[in-house]
Structures are given as C-alpha cells and as structure tokens.
C-alpha cells in the first residue's frame, strides 16, 4: 500500500504489479491460516463487488484504472464484511481531505516554488486528478490492522 501511494505520488500511476502482487499474496497466504474455503469465496466476492463498481466509476471518467484495481485487491485482504467499509469509508474521507488540500495548495502562491520538486509535481499541476493512491493507501495502512486476517495473525504471534 505504501508503495502504491509513494508510485501514484512520484507518477499518477499505480503499476499494474501492485493489485496482481496483492491477490496473489492473498490467494497464497489465506489458505495457510486455517481459514475455510467458503469465507476464502467471499474474500475474492468482496474484490469482484468492489472491481465492478469501481470499473464503472472508471468508465464514467471518475476514477483512474490502478485505483479501481487498487481498490478491489484491497478488498480481497478485507473481506466481505464490516472492515471493508470501514477501508472504502476511511480512504473516501483521507482522500476527500487529500482533494481539498491539493486544491488549496494549488491555488497557492506556495504551488509556485516548490512545484517543480519531483515529489510536489502533480500536487502543483491543476491539468492532472489527485494522486487518490495516497488516500487508498492510507487507508489501507489505518484500517487493515482491524481485519479478522490481520487479528488472526496477531493472535497467533501472542500466544
């Protein structure tokens, strides 16, 4: 997630590497923790739900691609239950707060100066979106620690 955030920040893009790299960890890792097969099911239905409706968010042009991807690989580590709009809903108000800051930073005098660093660039720039990588990977750092896979994994660790 850190690496999706610093990539989208540096580039206004998220590889493709990323999410594959994500689902793929998952679809290895999941099945050694014991869990069953059914709610291994629903981990992967809560990433198909979240690809759909980001997809469409993509066609309609409110949403970049490696977000959308990013955002259903993340939901595959958080499965179909509460943790995951926890995730969608913590990652909409960071990156809501991330928009605002951009917007004000960029109509600042401020944006003239420092625009021209390699990592303020597309902060600057009022021709490109907002790098929403760093809202979903905030959001993702904030709030897979409460996951039952991250609580497993914790619990497991302490005893």
């Known amino acids: 997630m850190l690496f999706a955030a610093i990539s989208d920040t540096l580039s206004m893009t998220i590889a493709n590497r990323v999410p594959v790299l994500l689902v793929a960890t998952f679809a290895l890792v999941a099945p050694l923790t014991g869990m069953d097969w059914a709610t291994y099911g629903w981990h992967f239905a809560a990433g198909a739900l979240v690809l759909a409706v980001t997809f469409g968010l993509f066609a309609l042009g409110g949403m970049g691609g490696g977000d959308a991807k990013l955002l259903a690989a993340t939901a595959v580590w958080m499965g179909l239950n509460i943790n995951l709009i926890g995730y969608l809903v913590t990652s909409a108000f ?18 003239l ?29 904030i709030t897979f620690p409460d996951s039952p896979l991250m609580v497993w994994a914790l619990e497991r660790l302490t005893t």
């Open 113 to 141: 100066y420092t625009g021209h660093s390699r990592f303020l660039r597309y902060f600057a720039d009022e021709s490109v979106g907002v790098p929403y990588g760093v809202a979903l990977g905030a959001g993702g750092l």
């Open 94 to 111: 960071i990156g809501g707060l991330l928009t605002v800051a951009i917007i004000a930073y960029r109509k600042s005098p401020l944006a």
